[in-house]
């Protein structure tokens, strides 16, 4: 049993599971997932990830799970959270589906979505404008807004939790794969 996931490059990836000897997993949202997933991907999001939800994905195939998101931050979390509860041959899809797309494997694409990334970007920009705005015309006690957010944004630089990504990822738009 392995303790820790290793890598992977797409292409390699792309072999080995096309031969059926792997079961590709994509964490991300399902907005995210019906814009452009991987050919052949299950979809087990990051927050209902567990090993249950994993062997069901998996079905018949006893081979390694390769783990994708938009980038690789996300699989690799949920890489750790596999290993943690002694999942066997985990692997990450280096750079995750955008590695896969600009690699030119295949690929089912839908309808373009705003990403969770960019979701928070809006979201925490928002929130400074608006308290900034009411500190100025309404109560300086508002500032505090702007306050909580700039940290907020470095609690996630630092320790790699977003806690506005975690909020927005339970959005209805995001679970249920409406397009924004």
Known sequence: MS?????IKPAEASAVVGSGRGTLVDVRTPAEFGEVHATGAQLVPLDVLDRLAVEAARGANTGPVYLLCASGIRATKAAEKLCNVGLDEVVVVEGGTNAWVAAGLPVIRGR?????????RIGAGSFVLIGTALGRFVHPGFYLLAVFVGAGLVFAGVTDICGLAIVLAQAPWNRSGKKL
């Open 112 to 120: 373009k979505t705003i990403s969770i990334e960019r979701q928070v």
């Open 3 to 7: 303790n820790q996931a290793t890598t």
